[in-house]
């Protein structure tokens, strides 16, 4: 039977080394670095929260303590802010501020892959459906792009994944799906590949970074098989869980910016830079002047 039970939690896998902004995360988590002036990592928090996501599971690994500090009060800060009458900025420090209890942080001893950083919450998660969201995607959209996974969910259940287009001729960088029967806000998946061989590309529609998993995707990943680059990889598992259980796909219509590269990072920058009426003004011109 599909389950369609209510998904309450995410998890935010946020263990990996983020080699490729070597200097800049050799003391900063790669999640940490802002977008405009918001860390990568919060904008995922209030995507998820949007969504009615209740409780965020942070996978965490050595020099993310920082991660935790940030969803937490700082109360020096708070009163230094109070002190100097900055109620405004105080105000947006208390509103961002996850509700007491409503996260959970546990470590990834070890960066053995984002399959095995999930498996790392299994205790937290439960019997229970949940989010993944890979921090490094920051998606811009009105609506959410977990939203909108969950309107999808509310009428398939079981699994979800979302889904974005790429040009055909870039589609054999990606995991891409296969398309089959039409659904109320998706589609069914016929099939996952990592990577395909080019010519073999099932279609140009690449998954993008946030999925809704069933809990037996744990059992799976117990199983700790060693996927591409020796690491415990999600596909895989979601590859097998397919067998069992239905996956749908979601098309998310939005700007995804894959800040764990520095192109992402820097568009992101840009995006979101320009979607702000107190800085837009400031640096469009100097922008197109730039860029000539
Ligand atoms: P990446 O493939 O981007 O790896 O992980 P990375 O180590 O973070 O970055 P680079 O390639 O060295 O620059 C994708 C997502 O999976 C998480 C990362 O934190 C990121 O959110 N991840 C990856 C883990 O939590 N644990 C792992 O073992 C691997």
């Known amino acids: 039977m599909t389950s369609s039970k209510k998904v309450r939690k995410a998890v935010l896998p946020v263990a990996g080394l983020g080699t490729r902004f ?17 860390p990568v990592v919060q904008y995922v928090v209030e ?19 920082v991660i935790e500090d940030h969803f937490d009060i700082q109360y020096e800060l708070n009163d230094t802010l109070k002190n100097r009458g900055k109620n405004a900025e105080l105000e947006m420090l208390n509103s961002m501020l996850p509700k007491a209890g409503a996260t959970s942080f546990t470590r990834q001893q070890e960066p053995l892959g984002l399959g095995h950083a999930v498996w790392c919450a299994r205790d937290i998660i439960g019997d229970e459906p949940f989010a993944l969201l890979l921090p490094d995607m920051v998606m811009q959209d009105k609506q959410g792009c977990l939203s909108g996974m969950m309107d999808l969910y509310n009428n398939t259940g079981g699994n979800v994944i979302s889904v974005e287009e790429v040009a055909m001729e870039d589609a054999h960088k990606y995991g891409v799906v296969g398309v089959g029967e039409e659904l109320d806000g998706g589609f069914e998946i016929t099939g996952m590949v990592e990577k395909p061989a080019r010519g073999s590309e099932p ?16 059992d799976i990943l117990e199983t700790q098989e060693r996927g591409a680059g020796n690491e415990i990889q999600i596909t895989d598992a979601m590859l097998k869980l397919a067998d069992q259980q239905k996956f749908s796909g979601y098309r998310f219509e939005g700007n995804t910016y894959d800040c764990g590269t520095k192109q992402g990072f820097i568009l992101a920058n840009v995006a979101y830079a320009m979607e702000r009426d107190d800085i837009r003004g400031l640096v469009e011109d100097d922008i197109k002047k730039l860029v000539g």
Request: net charge positive; aromatic share 8%.
């Open 22 to 38: 070597l200097p800049g995360t050799k003391a900063v988590p790669k999640e940490m670095l802002n977008i405009v002036d918001k």
């Open 47 to 65: 995507e998820a929260m949007a969504a009615g996501i209740e409780h965020v599971v942070f996978v965490t690994g050595r020099n993310k303590a």
């Open 203 to 218: 279609s140009n529609l690449f998954i993008n970074g946030r999925y809704i998993l069933q809990p037996e995707i744990f």
